[in-house]
């Protein structure tokens, strides 16, 4: 075995070890996407439901949205 083929082996680790990676933060990407659509339609929902206008629950359902998914390294409150 000559040094270019431990190379070309390790470099088919490297790209192997990316892809997977990729894969996974795609994957992670699209169930927060998923999730947070689910949340923010049952936050419009419920504040509707519970006498809130029409035009509030969507700024709250709005609001809940750009926190999760536009600013999500924004602190939440909320104990992790």
């Given at each position: 075995?000559?040094d270019?083929?431990?190379i ?12 997977e ?20 339609g ?7 439901e ?5 035009d ?6 709005a ?17 992790e």
């Amino acid at each position: 075995m000559n040094d270019n083929q431990g190379i070309d082996g390790f470099d088919e680790l490297l790209d192997s070890i990316q892809h997977e990676m990729t894969s996974r933060v795609l994957e992670n990407a699209a169930e927060l996407g998923l999730k947070t659509a689910r949340l923010t339609g049952l936050i419009i929902k419920e504040a509707k439901e519970w006498g809130v206008p029409k035009d509030l629950a969507e700024a709250m359902g709005a609001d809940f949205w750009q926190l999760i998914m536009v600013n999500p390294d924004q602190p939440t409150g909320v104990a992790e």
